[in-house]
């Protein structure tokens, strides 16, 4: 829709990457306020989300560069434009995830208990991370009578990156609920898990971008499908467990 928000001088201010920026400066605010509420050291949770944020966004493009291998080794001076869009979520939870251990084990600090506290926000981000993708034009769903006009593209399309940003924000809200009340440890991270897998799996069938490869499904709802088996695996154990 936008892609550049304004020019000063040769600078150029890309929609995408302010959203992130501005994705991450909320995110750490309110993580590390919720920190100081919890009695956790907010300094742990500024280099932590910080390390999570550099290494997620390493992974997810990554992962979206390995997807389009054949764009890019026909543009390889794209793979570092990251103005333009192009991030996997996948790929950036699995390194922003491992990295976060390594740091946090690092710091010999609860895993569980640090991972509950932020990833409501890292919901939070994403949901402001999306307008970003709508403002890019990136993510974009399919043709519709009932869409929205995108120039980029010179077609009418399902506005996917608003439905994500709004179910983001709804499992945002659902997280701070169970972050307000008792809860068990891990508890809160694997049902970001679950919630975000289902999301990502229903939005999928609206998106246009990811090709559909095997029994009518992207390579994200195959992997959405998995990472809720698991979520639910492990909840299950979580609350089984009474110690």
């Keep these: 829709m936008h892609p550049e928000i304004c020019k000063v001088g040769p600078l150029v201010i890309y929609s995408y990457g302010l959203m992130l920026a501005v994705a991450f400066l909320v995110a750490v605010a309110l993580a590390s306020q919720e920190a100081k509420r919890q009695g956790v050291n907010p300094d742990i949770i500024f280099n932590l989300c910080f390390v999570v944020f550099i290494s997620g966004i390493i992974g997810a493009r990554i992962f979206y560069v390995l997807e389009n291998l054949g764009y890019y080794l026909r543009s390889p001076m794209e793979i570092i434009m990251l103005a333009h869009g192009g991030l996997s979520w996948f790929g950036g939870l699995i390194l922003g995830v491992i990295s976060g251990v390594i740091y946090l084990r690092h710091k010999k600090a609860n895993l569980y208990r640090i991972a509950d506290l932020i990833i409501p926000f890292v919901a939070l981000a994403q949901a402001l991370g999306r307008i970003g993708c709508f403002l890019n034009g990136c993510c974009f769903g399919k043709e519709s009578a009932h869409g929205i006009y995108f120039p980029v593209h010179q077609a009418v399309l399902i506005p996917t990156q608003i439905y994500s940003s709004f179910a983001l924000l709804l499992i945002f809200v659902i997280l701070r609920f169970l ?51 698991f ?5 299950v154990s979580i609350l089984k467990n009474k110690s």
């Design 179 to 229: 972050q307000a009340h008792p809860h068990r440890e891990g508890q809160i991270f694997y049902m970001y898990l679950l919630l975000y897998s289902i999301k990502r799996f229903l939005i999928e069938f609206w998106r246009a971008d990811n090709k559909v490869i095997i029994f009518d499904l992207t390579l994200f709802q195959l992997i959405s499908a998995v990472v809720f088996v």
């Design 231 to 235: 979520s639910v695996f492990k909840l």
